[in-house]
C-alpha cells in the first residue's frame, strides 16, 4: 500500500504543528509509521490523499455512531449553517438538545453544554467542589478526563501511551487535591477517604475506555455510590465515551447505578464539537447565573453544533433497537478476532460494551491499568500495521477502544475477521 503522499503531508504538519498532529495520540508514535492524512469520509470509509480506503474503527474516536457524513445530520448542519455561524445568545436548539440529552438519563434534570470533554469534566469537577465546599477529588489510574490540570494524572491513552502522566506544566500545587485509586478495586478508594476528611467527589469513567476498554464491576460502581454517600461526596460518572455507546440510556441503565453528575461529549456532537455535564436540578443550582460556580464559554451551546447533535441523537432515539445490532457486530467482531489469533497461538482479551469494543494481546483479563499496561504493545503494534496494510483503520494504541458504527455491515465485520487471520499468520510466521 503507497502512502508518500501521507508520508510527505506528515513531514510538512512536523515542521509547523508540534509531533504533526493537533492531539498527540493521533501521531501513530506508539505503533510506529506515519498517520494517514485523510481526504474524506464516506459511511464506514476513510480515504487519504494517497487514494487508499479503510474501513475505520475508529470513527473520529467515538463521536460518529452513524458513520461519516450521515445524510440525516449533514442536512441538518447545512440547514444550520444557512442561519448564522454564531450568535453568542440563546437559541431554541439548545433547549431542545437540553430536554433530548435530559430524556435519556434518570440522574440529571438539568444540563449545560460546552465545547469539548475536557470542559464538561472541568467544569463538573468545579461543580462538585462547589457544591460540597471541598477541595480533594478522586481518579483511578488509567481513566482519562481530558487534560485539564487537576486531571492529568494517571490518565490512560496519550498520557500512557508518551508515558508521561503528569505532565510537565502542571504545578504540584494543583495536583495534590487529586488522590489516585485502582480501578476495580474499592479497598484503594476506602483507603483515599480514610486519608481526607476534604474529597468532594470520586470521578470515574463507568465503562473506561481510555485504558482499552475495562467496564467497571457492578459491585464496585454500587460500593462506589455506598462510600460516596457515606461521606457525603458526589459521585461523577464520566461518559463523553461511553454515552450513548456503551448504552443508550448511560452506565446507570447497566450498572443500576446512579451518578450525581455525569459529563458526555462525543457522540453527543455527531461530529461537532459538543460536550455537556448535568447533574440533579440542586446540584445544578449552583451553576452561575443561577448560583456562584462560574462557568462559560463563547462558542457554547453553539447552533451548528446543537444542530449536529439534536440530529444525531434524535435518530438514535428513533432506532433505538440499532444498540443491539452494534452490539452484535461489536461481538461478533473481537469473536471471531480472538479465535483467528488462537489458531495462530496468540491468546487474547477480549470485551464489548454496545458499539465499544476491547481487545489486549495479554495471557490474563484486565480489570485495571496496571493488568492493560502488560499487555504485548510489540504485538499490537505489529497487529495495528497489519491490518492498516490490509485497509482496516484502527486505533493507533492498544490503550484505545474500537467503535462500530450503523455503516459497518456484516459483510464487513467477517472480512476484517478474515483479515486479521492473515496479519496473524504473517506476524507468527515473521
Ligand atoms: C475523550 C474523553 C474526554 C475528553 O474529551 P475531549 O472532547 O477530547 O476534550 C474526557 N473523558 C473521557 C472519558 C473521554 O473519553
Given at each position: 500500500m503507497n502512502r508518500d503522499a501521507s508520508i510527505k503531508a506528515f513531514e510538512e504538519a512536523q515542521r509547523l504543528i508540534p509531533g504533526g498532529?493537533?492531539?498527540?495520540?493521533?501521531?501513530?508514535k506508539s505503533v510506529g509509521g506515519t498517520p494517514i492524512f485523510i481526504t474524506e469520509g464516506e459511511g464506514a470509509y476513510l480515504s487519504d490523499v494517497d487514494g487508499n480506503r479503510y474501513v475505520d474503527f475508529v470513527q473520529s474516536w467515538g463521536p460518529l455512531i452513524f458513520g461519516h457524513r450521515d445524510e440525516t445530520i449533514e442536512k441538518a448542519v447545512i440547514e444550520a449553517v444557512k442561519h448564522g455561524l454564531s450568535f453568542g445568545a440563546p437559541t431554541q436548539a439548545e433547549t431542545d438538545l437540553a430536554k433530548l440529552v435530559v430524556s435519556?438519563?434518570?440522574?440529571?434534570d438539568k444540563v449545560r453544554f460546552v465545547s469539548s470533554g475536557t470542559e464538561a469534566v472541568m467544569s463538573a469537577i468545579r461543580l462538585a467542589r462547589g457544591f460540597t465546599g471541598r477541595d480533594d477529588i478522586v481518579k483511578f489510574t488509567g481513566?482519562?478526563?481530558?487534560?485539564?490540570d487537576s486531571l492529568l494524572?494517571?490518565?490512560?491513552s496519550g498520557a500512557a501511551t508518551f508515558g508521561?502522566?503528569?505532565?510537565?506544566?502542571?504545578?504540584a500545587d494543583f495536583t495534590k487535591h487529586t488522590l489516585l485509586a485502582t480501578y476495580n478495586d474499592i479497598e484503594s478508594v476506602k483507603k483515599c477517604f480514610a486519608d481526607s476528611k476534604d474529597i468532594a467527589c470520586v470521578i470515574i469513567?463507568?465503562?473506561?475506555?481510555?485504558?482499552?476498554l475495562v467496564p467497571a464491576d457492578k459491585e464496585f460502581l454500587a460500593q462506589l455510590r455506598e462510600l460516596c454517600d457515606a461521606n457525603g461526596s458526589l459521585l461523577i460518572f464520566?461518559?463523553?465515551?461511553?454515552?450513548?455507546?456503551?448504552s443508550l440510556y448511560g452506565a446507570e441503565s447497566i450498572t443500576g447505578v446512579k451518578p450525581d453528575i455525569l459529563t458526555l461529549g462525543k457522540v453527543i456532537g455527531g461530529g461537532m464539537p459538543v460536550g455537556a455535564f448535568g447533574a440533579r436540578a440542586e446540584i445544578m443550582a449552583m451553576l452561575s447565573p443561577d448560583g456562584p460556580v462560574y462557568q462559560a464559554g463563547t462558542?457554547?451551546?453553539?447552533p451548528v453544533a446543537m444542530a449536529a447533535g439534536l440530529a444525531s441523537l434524535t435518530k438514535l432515539k428513533q432506532n433505538a433497537p440499532v444498540m443491539a445490532v452494534l452490539e452484535a457486530r461489536a461481538k461478533r467482531l473481537v469473536e471471531g478476532m480472538r479465535e483467528a489469533a488462537k489458531e495462530y497461538g496468540i491468546i487474547m482479551q477480549t470485551d464489548v460494551r454496545g458499539s465499544m469494543f476491547g481487545f489486549f494481546f495479554n495471557e490474563k483479563p484486565v480489570k485495571n491499568f496496571a493488568d492493560a499496561a502488560a499487555s504485548d504493545a510489540q504485538l499490537f503494534a505489529k497487529f495495528h500495521s497489519g491490518m492498516l496494510d490490509e485497509g482496516y483503520y484502527f486505533a493507533?494504541?492498544?490503550y484505545e477502544t474500537g467503535f462500530i458504527s450503523t455503516a459497518i455491515t456484516d459483510e464487513m465485520i467477517e472480512s476484517t475477521i478474515e483479515a486479521t487471520k492473515r496479519v496473524f499468520k504473517a506476524i507468527t510466521n515473521g
Open positions: 498532529v493537533n492531539s498527540p495520540v493521533r501521531a501513530f435519556f438519563f434518570d440522574s440529571i481513566c482519562y478526563h481530558g487534560h485539564s494524572v494517571q490518565a490512560g508521561n502522566p503528569s505532565s510537565p506544566g502542571v504545578p469513567e463507568p465503562i473506561a475506555g481510555n485504558m482499552g464520566d461518559e463523553v465515551m461511553s454515552g450513548f455507546r456503551a462558542l457554547s451551546g453553539n493507533c494504541s492498544l
